[in-house]
């Protein structure tokens, strides 16, 4: 099974700061057809897990561009630009290029 | 607009069974493949079982497979999880996602969650 391992786990951020997340696989996520299956999922209390980015660096629709996702192989890193007080939550990655496995998740709070 | 809504949690004992249920709406139900995703409490998010759009292919985690069974109505716009020989280790919120893409690489919409509890 691919291992998925973020950090930090915890992250305080100053609003209007940017914030970090790194994600690290346990093999090369690139797959066969050539495309590496690495999202990114943010989860706010209360609310259901939300897409942020697919494959790598696709920002989904309706997100805001202050996030933004990059990496490749087995290093990956999640960027928000400008912390908001709306963007408090739990970040995960998830892998999809070999079953689907999660990262621990990290927890942006404001400082 | 895509909606998802899981229904059939509850409390049960170790050893019982519950069926989970999403009825989906906002989009055409049969051209996605569909998953469940679950949290535990205080746990991060765990990948529970796929299938896809007319049930060809069917995919569990070790941690439920033999156990659970997931299904599809699609006439119904409506996908199901049986929960067999249930443990304590299995409650969880469980939740429904739409699989966003043919190459089966995220899930872009997701249900509000229904809480199993397994405990005596």
């Known amino acids: 099974d691919i291992v998925m391992t973020q950090t930090p786990l915890s992250s305080p951020v100053t609003l209007g700061q940017p914030a970090s997340i790194s994600c690290r696989s346990s093999q090369s996520l690139v797959h066969s057809d050539g495309n590496t299956y690495l999202s990114w999922l943010q989860l706010r209390p209360g609310q259901p897990p939300r897409l942020l980015i697919y494959k790598v660096s696709n920002r989904f629709s309706g997100v805001p561009d202050r996030f933004s996702g990059s990496g490749a192989g087995t290093d990956f890193t999640l960027k928000i630009n400008r912390v908001e007080a709306e963007d408090v939550g739990v970040y995960y990655c998830m892998q999809a290029t070999q079953s689907w496995t999660f990262g621990q998740g990290t927890k942006v709070e404001i400082k | 607009e895509v909606q998802l809504v899981e229904s059939g949690g509850g409390l049960v004992k170790p050893g019982g069974s519950l069926r989970l249920s999403c009825a989906a709406s906002?989009?055409?139900?049969?051209?996605?493949?569909m998953s469940w995703v679950r949290q535990a409490p205080g746990k991060g998010l765990e990948w529970v079982s796929s299938?896809?759009?007319?049930?060809?292919?069917?995919y569990y985690a070790d941690s439920v497979r033999g156990r659970s069974t997931i299904s599809r109505d699609n006439a119904k716009s409506s996908l199901y999880l049986q929960m067999d020989s249930l443990r304590a280790e299995d409650t969880a919120i469980y939740y429904c996602a739409r699989v966003g893409s043919s190459n089966w690489d995220y899930f872009d919409s997701w249900g509000q969650g229904t809480l199993v509890t397994v405990s005596s």
């Open positions: 299938i896809s759009s007319s049930s060809s292919y069917i």
């Open positions: 906002g989009f055409t139900f049969s051209g996605f493949s």
